[in-house]
């Protein structure tokens, strides 16, 4: 019998303090995306147009900055917004992504590809099996002796043919187009390299367990299951200046982690299928206003 969102949410809790992943009892929610449904990596978001904000969509109020010190909820949204949902299905066993940033100031000039350190980025980190090992999990042995949580770093547009860091960085993942471990798509309103909002999409892959030698046939590949916890976390960095390249020139770098860069410590839940979204909703509109349209009603907040 299908596990209802409720029973989930019970038996999430009741794991919570096995798991210690922070916030303490805190968790978020990937809506489950019927076979027909599953979105198309192209970076429009109508596909997402269905999915209602409570519980999925992940806004403004769940951001802090690590680097500046700024508490939950304290983005300055004239400079940055930010709204983000994970998505799952049972078959593909394949997580899915949206964001939608808008940017004051949209930087990326690095001339090292795959910096994606130095310029606005977008940073997921999942790790399924929730690895208790030092700083929140590493690209370096865990517990089992290979690695247990992988990173996910995208910097729009590609550089140098380049589409983003995945790390650890196995010589399987080229790019979005020529692997089965993740994919990615964007577009964007407004000025490519100055005010605008950029629609990121993408899927990834997760892993149980990778040997730390990289080998893809012993990877344990995840089987997601409904009422299923990972470990997730993801980060927007945010570069107002050009030539970004220390700590100190980041204009914000917002994290769901409340410990900052690189971890996976948030709890997601691996949702039933939702009766109540209409999967046969009209999208909306126009992404522009309906975009603007949030943004404002954030800032008046």
Not at 20 to 39: M, S, T, Y
Not at 231 to 253: K, M, N, P, R
Not at 268 to 281: K, N
């Amino acid at each position: 019998m299908r596990k209802t969102l409720v029973s989930a949410l019970l038996a999430a809790v009741v794991a919570l303090p096995a798991l210690a992943h922070f916030p303490p009892g805190e968790l978020l929610f990937a809506v489950q995306f019927p076979d027909e449904n599953i979105p198309v990596i192209d970076g429009n978001h109508a596909d997402w147009a269905a999915v209602p904000q409570i519980p999925y969509e992940v806004g403004n109020d769940k951001y802090s900055d690590s680097v500046y010190s700024k508490a939950r909820g304290e983005i300055d949204v004239s400079d940055l917004s930010v709204r983000q949902i994970v998505g799952w299905n049972d078959n593909t066993d394949l997580l899915y992504f949206m964001a939608e940033v808008f940017d004051n100031v949209h930087t990326r000039d690095a001339e090292e590809p795959n910096a994606w350190w130095s310029d606005d980025a977008w940073e997921v980190y999942v790790s399924p099996s929730h690895p208790e090992v030092e700083g929140g999990g590493g690209y370096a042995p865990g517990a089992e002796g290979g690695i247990l949580k992988v990173g996910y770093n995208w910097s729009m547009p590609p550089t140098a043919g380049a589409w983003g860091g995945y790390n650890p960085p196995f010589d399987w993942v080229v790019d979005p187009d020529n692997n089965d471990a993740w994919k990615f798509a964007y577009t964007f309103s407004g000025e490519e390299f100055g005010e605008s909002t950029y629609f990121y999409e993408a899927w990834i892959r997760p892993f149980d367990f990778i040997p730390d030698d990289g080998d893809r046939d012993a990877a344990e590949e995840t089987d997601l299951e409904e009422g299923q916890i990972i470990a997730i976390s993801w980060t927007f960095g945010d570069f107002d200046i050009e030539g970004g390249a220390v700590l100190e020139d980041y204009q914000g770098f917002w994290s769901v982690s409340p410990n900052g860069c690189c971890r996976a410590d948030n709890d997601m839940v691996m949702s039933e299928l939702d009766d109540a979204i209409d999967w046969g909703a009209a999208p909306a509109t126009s992404v522009e206003s309906s975009t603007w349209g949030r943004i404002k009603t954030e800032f008046n907040r």
